[in-house]
């Protein structure tokens, strides 16, 4: 989803300002499946309240500067649904973990262990982030959204775990065969 279709989304869902959108899009369910930074986030912002899809006002705060918080405009939603209504592209998995794999062979069964075993960590940890956003106030969508997340996060998890060892003992005997 560009950045354009996840800034409308997510007014939809309320007010918020740039900040609040790239929290949400670094660590709540949108985390899953977006990468937005906040060099993308905010010049789409503008773009949109130049277009007259969002409006913009700022809001005071105590020892602070004012915060802009942005608002879905009438023409705003109808520009995401229209946008909705195409159907998404498939899934794209561009993983370096997986690129660092392919090339395995070109070093220790040891680095390839500790690659493996990192990104089991790394699972984990997303599994846990995941869980814990299910234990806030969230919708029936966005419930079944970190629901496929947590599926899908298990499966790549399970998946290492349980091949780890076969790839680790097949490497071995092509380096040996090599020497």
């Known amino acids: 989803m560009d950045v354009r279709t996840l800034c409308l989304g997510i007014l939809a869902l309320g007010d918020a300002s740039g900040y609040e959108i790239k929290k949400m899009v670094a660590e709540g369910s949108f985390s899953f499946f977006s990468e937005a930074s906040y060099g993308s986030i905010y010049p789409a912002l503008t773009r949109l ?10 809001e005071a705060q105590d020892k602070r500067p004012d915060k802009k918080v942005y608002s879905l405009t009438p ?21 370096e973990f997986l690129a660092a794999l392919l090339f395995a062979e070109a070093v220790s ?3 390839v262990r500790d690659l493996i075993d990192e990104r089991v960590a790394q699972h984990e940890k997303k599994i846990a982030e995941l869980k814990g956003l299910l234990e806030e106030d969230v919708s ?37 065969a090599a020497e």
């Open 109 to 111: 069964p040891e680095r």
């Open 49 to 58: 309240t130049e277009e007259g899809l969002v409006t913009c006002r700022e």
């Open 75 to 95: 023409a705003g939603r109808a520009a995401l649904r229209d946008t909705l209504r195409k159907d998404p592209g498939p899934d794209r998995h561009r993983s």
């Open 140 to 176: 029936a969508v966005s419930r079944f959204v970190i629901e496929y997340g947590i599926a899908t996060q298990e499966a790549a998890l399970h998946y290492l775990k349980r091949h780890r060892d076969r790839l680790l003992g097949e490497l071995g005997h092509t380096i040996e």
